[in-house]
């Protein structure tokens, strides 16, 4: 069963039937996009915590290669921590995936 907004690929279609298949609404709401660093950073308090400096370059660089601020990062980790705490409380599947799938290989 299919209806206009399903997509439903037939591996032998010629590709220039599926373009022409193709329907553009312009009238469509664009969807909510997801909050922007500033946006995100409104109403935070500033914390202010001291670090060795291998610990706070770690940061850093685990940081840089999630593409998000050491404060996010920083933020991410703290509530994961207080999530642990509360052992009964149930997690989102999305986290718990990303959880373990950061979690490296064991020997």
């Known amino acids: 069963m299919s209806d206009e907004h399903t997509f439903e ?3 032998g279609a010629d590709p220039q039937s599926l373009v022409d298949a193709l329907v553009f609404d ?3 709401p664009a969807p909510v996009l997801p909050p922007t660093g500033a946006e995100i ?3 935070m308090v500033t914390t202010s915590l001291k670090l060795p400096k291998e610990l706070r370059d770690r940061v850093r660089e685990a940081a840089a290669e ?3 601020t ?3 990062l920083i933020r991410q980790y703290i509530e994961m921590g207080l ?3 509360q ?3 149930m997690i989102p599947l999305s986290d718990a995936i ?3 799938s950061s979690l490296r290989p064991s020997a």
């Open 70 to 72: 050491p404060s996010m």
């Open 98 to 100: 990303r959880v373990l």
């Open 26 to 28: 312009d009238t469509a």
């Open 66 to 68: 999630h593409c998000i």
């Open 9 to 11: 690929p037939n591996p």
């Open 87 to 89: 052992p009964g409380r």
């Open 41 to 43: 950073e409104r109403g």
């Open 83 to 85: 999530l642990a705490e």
